[in-house]
C-alpha cells in the first residue's frame, strides 16, 4: 500500500491509516455495472470531502481526521461562535456539525483550531486539480468548497470503469495527494447522486452511496426525517406535515391523487418536490453552465461582536456603503435602490419587556449610480430616520436592489451637485461625477496590486471600524492571515474595556431623557 504525502506539509501524514475500502474497488456490489448510459443516459457522481476543514486541520497536524477530536473556531471569539467543522470522531461521540461551542460537552477534550479559509480554499484548488486528471473542466460543477459533481457518462467507457469504480479511483486519488478521505454518490441524475451521497453513503462500507430511480423508490420512499432529502428544509417540512405528508412516498401519492393540493401550497415549487418524489431531475450540468440570471442584487451584512451604539453604527454603514459602490464600479454595476437593514442586540429589551424589532428603510437614487458619496449621504440620511437611539446594534445589512450594467443602464449625468445645488454648466457636473469614478477605479487597481488594506478611508482607523479585520477575511470568518497594519491596529485598542457598562449607562440616560422612564436590560 502506497504512503500518502501531502502538499500542505512536509512529511508522511499518516498513509498508513489509509481507509479499507481503498484496497478494493470491487469488494463490494456495483449495481453500476449494469447501468446502460449514454446521450440519453447519463451517470454522475458527487463527491463530498469528509469534515473538510477539520481534515485539513487535522492532516496539517500529522493527524488522522478519523479518530483526533477537533473542531474549527476562532477561539478569540465567545463561547457562542460557530463551529465551522467538526472532525468525525467529535461526531460520532454526538457532537453535531455546526453546533456552538459552549454546545460541546465540557468532559470531552478536543483541539480547537483557528480558521484558515483561504488555506481552506487553496487545499479545495489543489484537490479540484485532482478531478481535472479523470474529467474534463466541462463536466465538472463545483458545488460548494468541499462539493462537486461529474458528468462522468463519456469517460466509462474511455477508463473501462464502471460508475463505482471511477468514483472511488478519485476518492482514492484525492487521499494519496492530500491525506483527506471523502464520501461518493452516484445517480442516474444529479438529484439522485446527491441523495446518494447525503443519505445512503454514511452507512455504506465503502463510503459509496448508488441510486437510480427503482433503488431510491426501495430503499427511500418511506425515509424519515422527510429534511434528509434535499432541497427539504424545516419550513417546507411544516407545511408538508401539515398535509399529512411526512415521506417522499406519500408526497408522490398526493400529487398521482390530486397535485393541486401541492401546487395551491408551494407554488411552481411544487414541482421541483414531485420530480424529486419520483426520483426525477431534469436539469443536467450542461444546463447549469448556460443558465444566465435575469436580473442582480449585490448585499453585505455584518454581525459585529459586540453591541455597538448607535454613533458607532454610523462607522460601519460608512465603510459597508463603501465596500459595495467599489465592488459595483469594478463590475460595472449601477443601482438605483438599496436597502439598509439594521438589527438590534438580543440582550436589550424596550420599556414594554419586549426585544426591539428590526428597522428596516430603502432609498432611492434620482438616477442609477455605483458613487460612493451619493450612496454614503442617502445611506446615513435613511439611518437616522429609521434606527433607535437607545438600542445597542449588532447586525447591519445592506442590499442592493435592481443592480444593472452601466452599459444598459442608460446612465446620464446629473444636474445637481451633492449639495443639491445646481451645477453652473453641464461640463462642470459631467467632469465631478468622471472624476469620481476615475477616483474609485484608481483604489480598485491598487488594492487589487498591493491588497485590500492597502488603500483606505479615515474612517477605517476608528476604533469601532471593522473594515481593515474583515479585509482578511473569507465569509466572515479568518482567511489565516493577518495584515501588519491590522495588527498594529489591534494592539493599540482595548475595544471592549467597560464597553458594555458604559453604552447602557448613555443609553438610559438618553432614555430618561426622552420618556422619562427607565428602559430594561435583560
Known sequence: MAEAASVWSAGDHGGSFRAKYTENANIYDDPTRFWHHGAENRIYIIIDLKSFYASVECVERGLDPMTAKLVVADPDRSGGTICLAVSPALKALGVRNRCRVYEIPAHIDYIMAPPQMQHY??????????????IAKEDIH??????????VTDYLDLYGMTAKEL?????????????????????????????????????????????????????????????????????????????????????????????????????????????????????????IRNYRIKSKSLSTCQVLLRDYSFEETRVIISEMTDKLCLQMA?????????????????????????????????????????????WRALLQEEYEKIARRDAPIRTVGIWCNRVRSLADSGYQYGLLDEQGNLYADFSEGSGSQDKARRIMSTVINIRNRYGKNSILKGVSLDAAGTMMERNNQIGGHKSGTMDRVVKEKLQREDRLTDFDRTLRAEAEAWHRQKTGSHMKTI
Not at 463545483?142 to 458528468?151: L, P, R, T
Not at 483527506?180 to 452516484?186: E, H, K, N, P, V
Not at 438599496?338 to 436589550?348: A, F, G, M, P
Open 167 to 287: 468514483g472511488n479511483e478519485i476518492m482514492n486519488a484525492v487521499y494519496d495527494r492530500t491525506g483527506i478521505r471523502s464520501t461518493c454518490g452516484i445517480g442516474t441524475n444529479m438529484y439522485l447522486a446527491k441523495i446518494a451521497l447525503d443519505i445512503t453513503a454514511k452507512h455504506s462500507p465503502d463510503f459509496i452511496g448508488i441510486l437510480d430511480e427503482d433503488r431510491y423508490k426501495a430503499l427511500l420512499w418511506d425515509h424519515r426525517p422527510i429534511t434528509d432529502f434535499w432541497m427539504i428544509a424545516s419550513g417546507t417540512s411544516r407545511r408538508l406535515s401539515r398535509m399529512g405528508i411526512h415521506t417522499m412516498r406519500e408526497i408522490a401519492a398526493a400529487a398521482m391523487a390530486d397535485d393541486r393540493l401541492l401546487y395551491r401550497e408551494f407554488g411552481v415549487n411544487a414541482e421541483i418536490l414531485i420530480d424529486h418524489a419520483f426520483g426525477r431531475e431534469t436539469v443536467g450540468i450542461s444546463d
Open 330 to 374: 469594478d463590475r460595472k454595476l449601477v443601482t438605483d435602490s438599496v436597502t439598509l437593514t439594521i438589527v438590534y442586540s438580543r440582550s436589550w429589551a424596550d420599556p414594554s419587556g419586549f426585544p426591539a424589532q428590526p428597522s428596516k428603510g430603502t432609498v432611492r437614487a434620482p438616477r442609477a449610480d455605483c458613487s460612493d458619496m451619493v
Open 142 to 151: 463545483i458545488y460548494s468548497v468541499d462539493e462537486a459533481f461529474m458528468d
Open 121 to 134: 480554499m487553496d487545499c479545495s484548488a489543489d484537490i479540484y486539480e485532482v478531478y481535472l486528471q479523470y
